[in-house]
């Protein structure tokens, strides 16, 4: 998988984990909110993934 797709899906997850946790929080479900945060920080770490491959990528290129 490319840093970009990482990007994206990471970014994709952290907004639906927001709203999911939204939802949660408006109706009252605790659990429903926990998996919206357990996304958003799924979200976080694909981001951070691509992230590192962009400097791997660019440190390599150099060499």
Excluded: F, P
């Amino acid at each position: 998988m490319s840093s970009t797709s990482d990007k994206i899906k990471g970014k994709a997850n952290e907004v639906a984990g927001k709203a999911r946790q939204s939802v949660g929080e408006a109706t009252g479900n605790k659990e429903t909110k926990a998996k919206g945060a357990a996304q958003e920080a799924k979200g976080h770490a694909q981001q951070a993934k691509g992230k590192t491959k962009d400097t791997v990528k660019k440190v390599v290129d150099k060499a």
